[in-house]
């Protein structure tokens, strides 16, 4: 009898620990969110790939450019330099953040991003004058292959995969010393084939030759008639969350 009392409590014991183990490897899975965007942590990547690949050689031409966030010309996104992966992106991408509350979890930020995003922006006297950004987010990435799939239906990419940005007026850009600038940006932000006016709130800074560009913006799902995904193990999602970018352009 005390053999089977024994038995039963270890079965309940090794259950218990099972269980913990599971909920909380699927909270270190679920969780592990990158960080948002940053302008300090964009640059400091580039200006390390930058180390790496090039040493010191190219810094040797850049004074008709370095120092000035005002040069003329069109400046294209470069899907060249840096890498890309969920954890970690040191090149160009585009994304979203959105709040979850998961069974036995609690609250995580869910995220997903792309690297196929292309476009340019031309400054002019001062001015940025025009920006034209577009992605396809039928190559959105997430931490979770099901959430992938999840997103990318949400986003009813099979009609729409494409979202983009146009800027609706020129934005004065302050003058610099080489140091970051902050600006907004106002816009019509497509996604789902439905566009909205919208304003960024952009960070950008020269490195060398490349202009490093962050941006942030808050968005309402249901606004672009995208229905914010669900599953069993979600309690309640958010229907609003963040779009958001990091961008580096270069001249042709």
Avoid: H
């Amino acid at each position: 009898m005390r053999n089977r009392r024994a038995v039963v409590i270890t079965t309940c014991l090794l259950v218990v620990v099972i269980g913990a183990m599971a909920a909380y490897g699927a909270w270190r899975v679920l969780s592990a969110a990158p960080e948002e965007v940053s302008l300090s942590a964009a640059v400091a990547s580039l200006e390390q790939d930058q180390l790496s690949s090039e040493g010191t050689e190219k810094a040797a031409d850049n004074s008709d450019i370095e120092g000035t966030l005002s040069k003329d010309g069109v400046w294209y996104v470069d899907t060249d330099s840096g890498s890309f992966s969920f954890e970690e992106a040191s090149g160009s991408f585009v994304g979203f953040r959105i709040k979850e509350e998961l069974v036995k979890i609690g609250e995580i930020t869910a995220v997903g991003r792309t690297d196929s995003v292309e476009g340019e922006l031309s400054i002019r006297n001062g001015q940025l004058v025009s920006v034209s950004i577009s992605a396809d987010l039928s190559t959105i990435v997430t931490n979770d292959s099901r959430r992938d799939n999840a997103a990318r239906n949400a986003l009813n990419v099979r009609e729409n995969p494409i979202a983009s940005f146009i800027l609706d007026e020129p934005v004065d850009l302050p003058s610099t010393d080489g140091s970051r600038i902050s600006v907004q940006a106002e816009g019509q932000l497509t996604v789902n084939g439905i566009s909205k006016a919208t304003v960024f709130e952009l960070e950008a800074q020269i490195v060398e030759r490349t202009i490093v560009v962050v941006g942030r913006t808050e968005i309402v799902f249901s606004d672009y008639d995208v229905a914010v995904p669900s599953a069993s193990i979600v309690v309640s999602v958010e229907d609003q969350g963040v779009a958001e970018f990091q961008l580096l352009f270069v001249r042709d």
